[in-house]
């Protein structure tokens, strides 16, 4: 794990805005952005583990643990809320028995909020694994979950 | 025999309706039949209600299929698509469609029409028109341009933008640089996205004539990370870009250099405020900075900066290719120029809107968004994203003008218009801008941090019928502080959505029993 981080990292020291697209890779390859990421980014950075970590706080996308094996990211902002994402929300929280934000208990479904995809003019708008919903509705989330 | 072309769009919005398995399914029965299909994925024309809408060209013309599913495929190339033949889903010539008829396209005239990353498409439609002249002019006559064209920032604000290329210009230092903020986290917002994943290179050509007008030599897009399709579109035109020397050391043989980069954000909705975005760009926590130092003087590591958005940096070439006078001619009062309107939530022609500033409110909704998307009664439309104020039907005789809308206290914003029926409760609508406010403030002054969850907790009091008068005193007195003690605009317009729901919305913040006995 250790090296992984270390390679998703070096490549980006010196870059502009570098430890955010660091962390970025880091993310993409182990899922998560690991515990060591703090000390090792630290190093490599030249910069303290106190400012490393306010980093990885301080951005949304950035996880400290693996997601579920399906990942939602539904659309929570006024647009898709005209549409009736509230109702969505509902539907899939209590589908899965989480809150927004957390992984079930399984492990199969992490549901995370998403400030706009934007797709506003399509809404109410969902991410499954990757893949932009227009029109969602929970049935059809769901379906790209079991799909 | 020659190919036939078929264009289906790339945008997220056309794929999230599924424009790529139109496509992939369009290939499968074309080759089953012995057809040649070449496929060219394009941008959207922002008739988004029509999506996945694919067209073809006969006789010079494209005539578009919309909205086109999986399953009509085959039935669409039996009817003979590409004779342009006749079907459920046709919608004939797509520019006589009367939602395109009425439009002003100035910035998106190549939008859903061209390869977004075919240079030689780009050239061949107006492309480089703007960059050209600005090469032929001196760095005055560039800003002077800007400064008649009475551009003011698409970003929201409304900016003069003349005045701060003039800063940026005046600024003396060894590195100067342009940055483009395409971090687009407004709800009801996408002319960014779309024209980003459109025409890519009218954005780079923006930038290379901003980098030429003020002596900036680097530029840096700031995209959110909620774009892929968008950072994928950017990063092979700017691939294209260097291969047709519109960036790289010698920018079209003028001998200034302008090199561009694009920097993925990581989820952070304050990043769109520009000194925010900055702070991010450099790689740190998106703490906002306080003003002064303007970024124009003091921005990125310090140096000169210019921070535009999107559709500024795609409104220059235009201007420059066609003089500031003659983009002044559009718009009224100092509201200059076209907007992109962004016709959006429930609203029932969604989509993209680009027209001079002056149309009102009322044809925006009704006359070409159709009305609203369930059928039921119109309650509200949001203007500007989160923290845009609501405003009832007895105002959507409004003209979209920055001054008109001021002396509502409401801003036309980046021209994100979100349609809310008659279901919609403005008390929670209220409630949610706190929420946002609190889940987003980077954190760094006081009113905004504690104020937004102050005002979360106020709300949910007065929804209980707690203290009902006190709190509505409360919660005025509580706007009015983080309008003036809040370091930007995500404190300061925080209160604007829920001051405006108060006053056009009364009835959704009356008493608990009085609001029980009305249902």
Redesign the interface.
Do not use: M
């Given at each position: 794990m250790e090296k992984i981080i270390e390679e998703a990292l070096s490549g980006h020291v010196g870059e502009?805005?570098?430890?955010?697209?660091g962390?970025?890779h880091v993310q993409e390859r182990c899922g998560f952005v690991p515990r060591d990421t703090v000390r090792i980014a630290a190093d490599l950075?030249n910069i303290s583990q106190a400012?490393v970590r306010?980093?990885i706080s301080?951005?949304?996308?950035?996880r400290d643990e693996k997601p579920g094996e399906n990942h939602i990211r539904l659309?929570v902002?006024?647009?898709?809320?005209?549409?009736g994402s509230r109702q969505i929300e509902r539907e899939l929280t209590d589908k899965y028995s989480i809150a927004m934000g957390e992984t079930s208990a399984s492990g199969e479904v992490t549901i995370e909020p998403?400030?706009?995809?934007?797709?506003?003019?399509?809404?109410p708008?969902a991410e499954v694994n990757?893949k932009?919903?227009?029109?969602a509705s929970a049935k059809r989330i769901t379906n790209e979950v079991g799909g | 025999m020659s190919k036939n072309r078929i264009f289906i769009p790339l945008d997220?919005?056309a794929?999230?309706?599924g424009a790529d398995e139109v496509a992939e399914r369009i290939a499968i029965e074309a080759t089953s039949r012995g057809l040649e299909v070449a496929i060219v994925r394009t941008g959207s024309r922002g008739m988004?209600?029509l999506?996945p809408l694919i067209e073809v060209e006969v006789d010079g013309k494209r005539i578009g299929y919309g909205p086109v599913s999986e399953d009509e495929v085959a039935g669409l190339l039996d009817t003979g698509l590409f004779e342009g033949g006749d079907h459920d889903t046709t919608i004939g010539v797509v520019e006589e469609h009367p939602f395109m008829l009425d439009q002003q396209r100035l910035i998106f005239s190549r939008c859903g029409v061209t390869d977004p990353l075919s240079f030689d498409d780009y050239v061949g439609n107006g492309g480089l028109d703007g960059l050209k002249a600005a090469i032929a002019a001196d760095e005055r006559s560039i800003v002077d341009a800007i400064k008649t064209s009475g551009l003011r920032g698409r970003g929201g604000a409304g900016f003069p933008a003349g005045i701060k290329w003039d800063t940026v210009q005046g600024a003396t230092a060894d590195q100067k640089y342009i940055v483009c903020n395409a971090d687009?986290?407004?709800?009801?917002?996408?002319a960014d996205?779309m024209i980003m994943e459109g025409d890519p290179f009218l954005l780079i050509e923006g930038m290379v004539i901003a980098g030429l007008g003020v002596g900036a030599t680097k530029g840096?897009i700031y995209l959110r990370?909620?774009?892929?399709i968008a950072a994928r579109v950017l990063n092979e035109a700017i691939e294209v870009a260097k291969e047709n020397r519109l960036l790289g050391d010698e920018v079209l043989g003028s001998g200034k250099a302008f090199d561009l980069?694009v920097?993925?954000?990581?989820?952070?909705?304050i990043c769109g405020e520009e000194t925010s975005l900055l702070e991010?760009?450099?790689?740190?926590?998106?703490l906002v900075r306080a003003k002064p130092p303007l970024p124009a003087l003091e921005g990125l590591f310090g140096k000169p900066t210019l921070v535009h958005n999107v559709l500024s940096l795609c409104s220059v070439p235009w201007i420059l290719a066609n003089g500031g006078e003659a983009y002044a001619a559009y718009g009224q009062g100092s509201s200059k120029g076209t907007l992109s309107f962004?016709?959006?939530?429930?609203?029932k022609q969604?989509?993209?809107f680009e027209t001079a500033f002056g149309v009102t409110l009322d044809d925006l909704v009704n006359k070409y968004g159709g009305g609203t998307?369930?059928g039921r009664p119109f309650k509200a439309v949001?203007i500007g994203g989160?923290l845009g104020a609501y405003l009832p039907q007895e105002l959507l005789h409004l003209p979209m003008d920055y001054e008109v809308m001021a002396q509502h206290c409401a801003g036309v914003g980046h021209g994100?218009i979100?349609?809310?029926?008659d279901q919609?409760d403005l008390m929670a609508?209220a409630r949610?801008a706190f929420e946002?406010c609190a889940?987003?403030s980077?954190g760094k002054c006081t009113p905004c941090r504690v104020g937004a969850v102050r005002g979360e907790e106020v709300m949910d009091k007065i929804a209980a019928g707690e203290n009902h008068d006190e709190n509505m005193v409360l919660l005025e007195d509580l706007c009015e502080l983080m309008v003036d003690g809040s370091l930007c605009a995500m404190g300061g317009m925080t209160p604007i959505p829920v001051t405006s729901a108060i006053k056009h919305f009364p009835d959704d913040f009356a008493p608990r029993h009085a609001r029980e006995a009305a249902e």
């Open positions: 502009t805005g570098g430890l955010i697209t962390l970025r950075f400012e306010g980093v301080f951005y949304a996308d950035f659309c902002a006024e647009a898709c809320q005209s549409v998403v400030f706009c995809l934007g797709l506003c003019s399509c809404a708008a990757g932009l919903i227009s029109r | 997220s919005a794929v999230a309706l988004h209600w999506e687009e986290g407004d709800s009801g917002t996408f996205r840096y990370s909620e774009y892929p980069t920097f993925v954000g990581a989820g952070a909705y991010s760009l450099e790689g740190k926590r998106g962004q016709l959006a939530g429930n609203i969604g989509g993209l998307l369930s949001q989160p994100g979100v349609v809310f029926d919609a609508q949610y946002f889940e987003e980077c």
